[in-house]
């Protein structure tokens, strides 16, 4: 079992910037792939960025490539998500999500574990 626990959501004006974090514990964190998911109203749940077990290999949505940036900590447990240029569209609940894989994957399917979800709201 993987516990995951977001922090650093909150409401932020339109160009601003937020940090997400995600502390995990339980099983060895540098054995998965972690991922931040989002959920919109009435949307569906869509990928949002990903990172490898090493840090070495990440991902990004086209939505927020380029604004967003993953990293992770091994020694700390915790991946983040950097939030920058913050747009009204970027409002949602965000999730962290572990993957018992090497490899970064981005259907929500593919996650073995999740945590409760921190919301971002951005104003225009």
């Known amino acids: 079992q993987v516990q995951l626990v977001e922090s650093g959501g909150g409401l932020m004006q339109a160009g601003g910037s937020l940090r997400l974090s995600c502390a995990a514990s339980?099983?060895?964190?540098?054995?998965?792939?972690m991922g931040w998911f989002r959920q919109a109203p009435g949307k569906e749940r869509e990928f949002v960025a990903g990172?490898?077990?090493?840090?070495?290999?990440?991902y990004y949505a086209d939505s927020v490539k380029g604004r967003f940036t993953i990293s992770r900590d091994n020694a700390k447990n915790t991946v983040y998500l950097q939030m920058n240029s913050l747009k009204p569209e970027d409002t949602a609940v965000y999730y962290c999500?572990?993957?018992?894989?090497?490899?970064?994957?981005?259907?929500?399917?593919?996650?073995?574990?999740w945590g409760q979800g921190t919301q971002v709201t951005v104003s225009s």
């Open positions: 339980g099983r060895p964190f540098i054995q998965y792939a």
């Open positions: 999500a572990a993957d018992r894989s090497f490899s970064v994957r981005q259907s929500a399917g593919s996650y073995d574990y």
């Open positions: 990172i490898g077990w090493s840090g070495g290999s990440t």
